[in-house]
């Protein structure tokens, strides 16, 4: 089955400093690896995804992220963040054929000390 | 920018009444979902909509769920007769194709059943 493991329930990051999140996935076969992200009283956005091809994915805001097969991992990285990065962030894993049903972590809350 | 809006943003209600979660997906979308959060757990898939009719749905969609699409527009979650453990933030999602993953999300309704 598929699961995603998230270890780290919270990190704290000084502003400016460079960001790592990790993301552990189990799948079967190759899968579609997704990172939302949700603010306080916001929906989930899409960061970025992993569908194929390049390992290593740019997204929105400045964030990126590597696909490891070797390590199962699909960590999310920023080299500066900022305060308004403060946020959850949910990695999830959807299947190649009907990507539809994503399977999350559990979130990892990020909080930014000025 | 076109959003998923759902209503309402918080609902209380006592236990054995029903509830209905609104939603009014992205206008050009063809597919529909569900999922939901409860408190510290992991945000989890229970069903997708596409041509109105379920397509997919996970264990936890049981006979007291519901979905509808009573019109062009709304996207609707019933639940029949509301326990405890159904208190929770459920989110409604649309995407243009099946096969990406990218779920555009509503800001989501918290379901409190007392």
């Known amino acids: 089955a598929q699961s995603v493991t998230q270890p780290d329930i919270h990190i704290t990051v000084s502003e400016g400093a460079s960001l790592e999140l990790r993301c552990n996935y189990s799948y079967g076969a190759t899968p579609y690896l997704f990172w939302y992200v949700q603010s306080p009283g916001q929906g989930l956005q899409l960061l970025l995804k992993?569908?194929?091809?390049?390992?290593l994915v740019q997204g929105i805001k400045g964030f990126e992220a590597e696909f490891k097969r070797s390590q199962s991992s699909f960590n999310l990285r920023k080299p500066s963040v900022h305060w308004s990065d403060a946020a959850e962030y949910f990695c999830a894993v959807g299947g190649t054929q009907g990507a539809q049903k994503l399977v999350f972590g559990q979130g990892t809350r990020l909080t930014i000390n000025p | 920018e076109p959003e998923v809006t759902q209503t309402p943003s918080h609902q209380v209600t006592q236990m054995g009444q029903e509830v209905i979660l609104r939603c009014v997906p992205i206008s050009n979308h063809l597919y529909f979902y569900w999922y939901r959060q409860i408190l510290g757990q992991k945000v989890e898939f229970l069903v997708s909509?596409?041509?109105?009719?379920?397509?997919?749905k996970s264990e936890i969609f049981d006979d007291q769920f519901s979905v509808e699409r009573p019109d062009g527009s709304n996207f609707t979650l019933k639940i029949r007769s509301t326990k405890l453990e159904d208190s929770a933030m459920y989110f409604c999602?649309?995407?243009?194709?099946?096969?990406?993953?990218?779920?555009?999300f509503g800001e989501g309704s918290r379901l409190t059943v007392l």
């Open positions: 992993y569908f194929s091809g390049d390992t």
């Open positions: 999602a649309s995407s243009p194709r099946v096969y990406t993953g990218e779920l555009f």
């Open positions: 909509f596409y041509n109105n009719e379920i397509s997919e």
